[in-house]
């Protein structure tokens, strides 16, 4: 059995030195603790042959000689791991090796260590020779100094090289104490060799410690692989130990009573009894909790499942049968019902019955379409299960009292909360366990963990479904729209094409759905590309697009969708075709110039019939009146005066008709507003009218007509001095905004009614007795030849304002006037 053992021993032992130096050859650490342990593999071997008593001459010097050998490998591995030190220095490694080798040569070649190995009736036995003493001394000094240098890396050493070099050392120490007494203090002491077999027993020590900081800590970087083979093996081993150890009591009753087959055979009818009984033992637990339905639970099955499926279902009415199996599969309960809170409302404190199975049909487990409000009002305050008998096995005394009540009475045995964002959105509702057994820790613990998984996964298929349903909602609207609504998210690709845009861009929703930005036209997906880039809202007020057959005007706008931390999540495009509100535009113009030209004609004939009636009227008397001097000196002045006004009218006319046929020049604004003020300050004096102006100190330069600007100034003036009464003011303001000129004719007289604003500027129209109705709007068409705009408008503390808008130059030229 002792050379069995030792056998034994040495094959860890040499599997150990051999994966150590295989895992990293060439590093020195590895090395020489490979080579360690490949001397203590041959020194164990030694041993073993030793005692077997074969060939004793020849084990017992290969013995000393790898003991010898063995304190110098040591303290080179323990100068260089975990990493190398200054001391010992390597001239005394060499020399320390030096003498380990000098010593095993010795050992091998001479009887100076060990004299002679002989038989004896009480087993092997060993005499030194006159060196031993010496080799002794060398073997403790080298220990003792490996044994300083070990500390000392020890003490210093932090965090997983402590932890390598704790676990490293408790091996060494236990193993090198147990053979230095076993096998060299006590054959010194005493002479007695009998008990030098049990000093390699304590490698085994050094084996374990070694192999768990190898498979805990990655001990000098080598990895080891246990496989579940190997794991089983072991446990197996380790359930005979009880077994081994009643038989080595009754091994020597046994041994006198049984031959040596007999003795074999019995003890591999033990060993296969003893592998069985935990075999038969679990079959047949399995069967009579079958029948009394139990349910053996693997809880990381279950776990693993239920993770897998409730992160990847988002469908509602597909979880809640799935969270629904898989409670009572892991229960083998009476029944499981699943409630959620009613409504979207935080407010909403009724729970609703989802889903419920009865799993037994004499059962008690009763479903009601509402959760009692008892439990609901437990269940919402402390966030955490109800257990019947928990709550049985309490003081019961008002609420609770009426609690169990209501459990009891629907055969509840548990209700586990469902919580999501802090809130109880629902309720698991688990019946008895058929076969009558409570529900034991890890049970809750199982069901908690699903419960707070599934209150989770519910919220998020609830969100869902509301996403769903926005989401149809809004195709619904948007395909609906005569607008082409187009979006892309923040990678460029197309998540919404709706039916306009598809007849618009001649782009099948098909192809455009899902696909890059670039199958877009190339207005829209520019547009879009450059929101989704700089997150910034633009507008095409036009841009022609073409769906391959027609081209049509659109106005097109992008806006960014934005999450709620301000990220860019993506663009969206609505474009309209324009072509008709083009048409519409049209046909308004059209009718505006019939109307305006119904106006102008009606004016006309308003403003030359008069004429034509005074100088008929004469005509018509001239016949009886050809004697009267007098009578021809009228209708001569009559004649005259009358057809000078037609001319006027047509003068007027043709001004209005003609207007920017002049050429346009860089002018400074203020010279021709000057001009007219000059020209009607007479008047302004006579009336006793004040007339003032504020048109800057700096040139305002305006592309222009002299001639025409001074005539727009001078009847806005007029218009001014006639509306405006004695000691009155008018004013003319210039200012300058945003690359535009606005001259201001202000005045104090009456204003305009508010009636009328709209119509100041039509030909024709005006508020004076006497007036002709065309010198607005003349003033308005002059205006609008230089790319400006005429307003009118009443002062709040009275009085009108005619407010010129003009652009301001922008070509390098030298301000003229006329």
């Given at each position: 059995m002792i050379h069995i053992s030792l056998q034994l021993v040495f094959c860890l032992v040499l599997g150990l030195g051999l994966l150590v130096w295989r895992a990293r050859p060439e590093n020195p650490v590895n090395r020489s603790f490979g080579t360690l342990a490949l001397l203590s593999a041959i020194w164990i071997l030694g041993v073993a042959f030793f005692h077997s008593g074969t060939h004793l001459s020849f084990w017992a010097p290969l013995a000393f000689a790898a003991v010898g050998l063995i304190p110098?490998?040591?303290?080179?591995?323990?100068?260089?791991?975990?990493?190398?030190?200054?001391?010992?220095?390597?001239?005394?490694?060499?020399?320390?090796?030096?003498?380990?080798?000098?010593?095993?040569?010795?050992?091998?070649?001479?009887?100076?260590?060990?004299?002679?190995?002989?038989?004896?009736?009480?087993?092997?036995?060993?005499?030194?020779?006159?060196?031993?003493?010496?080799?002794?001394?060398?073997?403790?000094?080298?220990?003792?100094?490996?044994?300083?240098?070990?500390?000392?890396?020890?003490?210093?050493?932090?965090?997983?090289?402590?932890?390598?070099?704790?676990?490293?050392?408790?091996?060494?120490?236990?193993?090198?104490?147990?053979?230095?007494?076993?096998?060299?203090?006590?054959?010194?002491?005493?002479?007695?060799?009998?008990?030098?077999?049990?000093?390699?027993?304590?490698?085994?020590?050094?084996?374990?410690?070694?192999?768990?900081?190898?498979?805990?800590?990655?001990?000098?970087?080598?990895?080891?692989?246990?496989?579940?083979?190997?794991?089983?093996?072991?446990?197996?081993?380790?359930?005979?130990?009880?077994?081994?150890?009643?038989?080595?009591?009754?091994?020597?009753?046994?041994?006198?009573?049984?031959?040596?087959?007999?003795?074999?055979?019995?003890?591999?009818?033990?060993?296969?009894?003893?592998?069985?009984?935990?075999?038969?033992?679990?079959?047949?637990?399995?069967?009579?909790?079958?029948?009394?339905?139990?349910?053996?639970?693997?809880?990381?099955?279950?776990?693993?499942?239920?993770?897998?499926?409730?992160?990847?279902?988002?469908?509602?009415?597909?979880?809640?049968?799935?969270?629904?199996?898989?409670?009572?599969?892991?229960?083998?309960?009476?029944?499981?019902?699943?409630?959620?809170?009613?409504?979207?409302?935080?407010?909403?404190?009724?729970?609703?019955?989802?889903?419920?199975?009865?799993?037994?049909?004499?059962?008690?487990?009763?479903?009601?379409?509402?959760?009692?409000?008892?439990?609901?009002?437990?269940?919402?305050?402390?966030?955490?299960?109800l257990l019947t008998d928990e709550i049985a096995h309490g003081r019961l005394t008002g609420d609770l009292e009426r609690l169990h009540s209501e459990l009891a009475r629907l055969n509840w045995a548990l209700v586990l909360p469902l919580v999501s964002e802090d809130r109880v959105i629902g309720a698991i509702v688990v019946g008895p366990k058929l076969s009558g057994d409570p529900f034991y820790p890890q049970d809750l613990d199982l069901l908690m963990t699903l419960a707070n998984q599934a209150g989770v996964a519910v919220k998020n298929a609830q969100l869902y479904a509301q996403v769903v349903l926005a989401n149809e909602h809004l195709n619904n609207i948007v395909s609906t729209i005569e607008s082409g609504v187009v979006a892309v998210d923040a990678t460029g690709q197309v998540t919404l094409f709706n039916r306009a845009a598809e007849q618009l861009t001649g782009i099948p929703a098909e192809q455009a759905r899902h696909q890059a930005v670039s199958v877009l036209p190339v207005c829209v997906g520019a547009m879009l590309t450059e929101t989704v880039v700089d997150g910034s809202p633009r507008t095409q007020p036009e841009v022609e697009l073409s769906d391959g057959s027609t081209t049509r005007p659109i106005i097109c706008t992008t806006s960014p969708l934005h999450d709620q931390m301000g990220a860019v999540l993506g663009a969206v495009a609505v474009f309209s075709d324009l072509t008709p509100f083009k048409e519409l535009e049209v046909e308004r113009r059209r009718a505006e110039r019939l109307a305006y030209f119904e106006m102008l004609a009606a004016g006309i004939a308003h403003e030359i019939k008069n004429p034509l009636v005074s100088i008929k009227t004469f005509a018509q008397l001239l016949p009886r009146r050809r004697g009267d001097e007098q009578f021809i000196e009228t209708f001569g002045r009559t004649v005259t005066h009358e057809i000078a006004r037609m001319e006027r009218l047509l003068d007027r006319l043709g001004a209005l008709s003609r207007p920017g046929e002049r050429p346009r020049h860089p002018i400074d604004l203020r010279v021709p507003i000057d001009d007219a003020i000059e020209a009607m300050r007479p008047a302004f004096v006579e009336k006793d009218v004040v007339l003032s102006a504020a048109t800057g100190q700096s040139p305002c330069v305006i592309l222009g007509d002299h001639l025409e600007l001074e005539q727009l100034f001078l009847n806005l003036l007029v218009n001014a001095h006639e509306a405006t009464p004695a000691g009155g003011m008018a004013r003319v303001e210039l200012s300058i905004t945003a690359g535009r000129a606005i001259v201001a004719v202000v005045d104090t007289g009456p204003g305009i009614p508010p009636e009328l604003l709209e119509r100041v500027f039509d030909p024709f129209f005006s508020t004076k007795e006497r007036g002709s109705g065309l010198g607005l709007a003349i003033c308005a068409c002059i205006a609008q030849t230089h790319a400006g705009r005429l307003k009118a408008a009443n002062r709040e503390v009275g009085g009108a304002v005619f407010t010129v808008d003009l652009p301001l130059a922008v070509v390098a030229a030298r301000p003229v006037s006329a």
């Amino acid at each position: 059995m002792i050379h069995i053992s030792l056998q034994l021993v040495f094959c860890l032992v040499l599997g150990l030195g051999l994966l150590v130096w295989r895992a990293r050859p060439e590093n020195p650490v590895n090395r020489s603790f490979g080579t360690l342990a490949l001397l203590s593999a041959i020194w164990i071997l030694g041993v073993a042959f030793f005692h077997s008593g074969t060939h004793l001459s020849f084990w017992a010097p290969l013995a000393f000689a790898a003991v010898g050998l063995i304190p110098a490998t040591f303290l080179t591995f323990v100068r260089h791991y975990p990493t190398p030190a200054r001391w010992p220095g390597k001239l005394f490694l060499r020399f320390n090796l030096s003498i380990g080798l000098l010593f095993a040569v010795i050992s091998l070649t001479t009887r100076l260590i060990v004299s002679d190995a002989t038989l004896t009736p009480t087993g092997p036995a060993r005499e030194t020779g006159p060196l031993y003493p010496l080799y002794a001394t060398y073997f403790l000094v080298t220990w003792f100094t490996t044994l300083a240098v070990f500390i000392s890396k020890w003490t210093q050493a932090r965090g997983l090289a402590r932890v390598q070099l704790h676990y490293l050392g408790l091996g060494f120490a236990v193993a090198s104490s147990g053979g230095i007494i076993t096998n060299l203090v006590i054959p010194l002491l005493t002479g007695n060799t009998a008990y030098t077999w049990v000093g390699p027993h304590f490698a085994l020590v050094f084996v374990a410690m070694a192999a768990h900081a190898i498979i805990r800590h990655r001990l000098m970087d080598v990895r080891l692989v246990i496989h579940r083979g190997l794991t089983f093996a072991l446990a197996l081993m380790v359930s005979l130990i009880p077994v081994a150890g009643l038989v080595a009591l009754a091994w020597p009753r046994l041994s006198d009573q049984l031959a040596r087959d007999e003795l074999a055979v019995l003890l591999v009818a033990v060993v296969v009894v003893s592998l069985l009984v935990p075999l038969t033992r679990d079959a047949a637990g399995r069967l009579l909790d079958r029948y009394v339905y139990r349910t053996r639970v693997n809880y990381q099955r279950i776990l693993r499942e239920a993770s897998s499926a409730l992160t990847r279902v988002l469908d509602l009415y597909v979880l809640l049968p799935f969270l629904n199996r898989t409670v009572a599969i892991s229960t083998n309960s009476e029944g499981v019902a699943v409630y959620l809170r009613a409504g979207v409302s935080p407010s909403g404190s009724a729970f609703s019955r989802a889903i419920a199975e009865k799993r037994h049909e004499q059962s008690h487990f009763d479903t009601p379409d509402e959760a009692p409000v008892e439990i609901v009002t437990a269940l919402t305050s402390t966030k955490d299960l109800l257990l019947t008998d928990e709550i049985a096995h309490g003081r019961l005394t008002g609420d609770l009292e009426r609690l169990h009540s209501e459990l009891a009475r629907l055969n509840w045995a548990l209700v586990l909360p469902l919580v999501s964002e802090d809130r109880v959105i629902g309720a698991i509702v688990v019946g008895p366990k058929l076969s009558g057994d409570p529900f034991y820790p890890q049970d809750l613990d199982l069901l908690m963990t699903l419960a707070n998984q599934a209150g989770v996964a519910v919220k998020n298929a609830q969100l869902y479904a509301q996403v769903v349903l926005a989401n149809e909602h809004l195709n619904n609207i948007v395909s609906t729209i005569e607008s082409g609504v187009v979006a892309v998210d923040a990678t460029g690709q197309v998540t919404l094409f709706n039916r306009a845009a598809e007849q618009l861009t001649g782009i099948p929703a098909e192809q455009a759905r899902h696909q890059a930005v670039s199958v877009l036209p190339v207005c829209v997906g520019a547009m879009l590309t450059e929101t989704v880039v700089d997150g910034s809202p633009r507008t095409q007020p036009e841009v022609e697009l073409s769906d391959g057959s027609t081209t049509r005007p659109i106005i097109c706008t992008t806006s960014p969708l934005h999450d709620q931390m301000g990220a860019v999540l993506g663009a969206v495009a609505v474009f309209s075709d324009l072509t008709p509100f083009k048409e519409l535009e049209v046909e308004r113009r059209r009718a505006e110039r019939l109307a305006y030209f119904e106006m102008l004609a009606a004016g006309i004939a308003h403003e030359i019939k008069n004429p034509l009636v005074s100088i008929k009227t004469f005509a018509q008397l001239l016949p009886r009146r050809r004697g009267d001097e007098q009578f021809i000196e009228t209708f001569g002045r009559t004649v005259t005066h009358e057809i000078a006004r037609m001319e006027r009218l047509l003068d007027r006319l043709g001004a209005l008709s003609r207007p920017g046929e002049r050429p346009r020049h860089p002018i400074d604004l203020r010279v021709p507003i000057d001009d007219a003020i000059e020209a009607m300050r007479p008047a302004f004096v006579e009336k006793d009218v004040v007339l003032s102006a504020a048109t800057g100190q700096s040139p305002c330069v305006i592309l222009g007509d002299h001639l025409e600007l001074e005539q727009l100034f001078l009847n806005l003036l007029v218009n001014a001095h006639e509306a405006t009464p004695a000691g009155g003011m008018a004013r003319v303001e210039l200012s300058i905004t945003a690359g535009r000129a606005i001259v201001a004719v202000v005045d104090t007289g009456p204003g305009i009614p508010p009636e009328l604003l709209e119509r100041v500027f039509d030909p024709f129209f005006s508020t004076k007795e006497r007036g002709s109705g065309l010198g607005l709007a003349i003033c308005a068409c002059i205006a609008q030849t230089h790319a400006g705009r005429l307003k009118a408008a009443n002062r709040e503390v009275g009085g009108a304002v005619f407010t010129v808008d003009l652009p301001l130059a922008v070509v390098a030229a030298r301000p003229v006037s006329a």
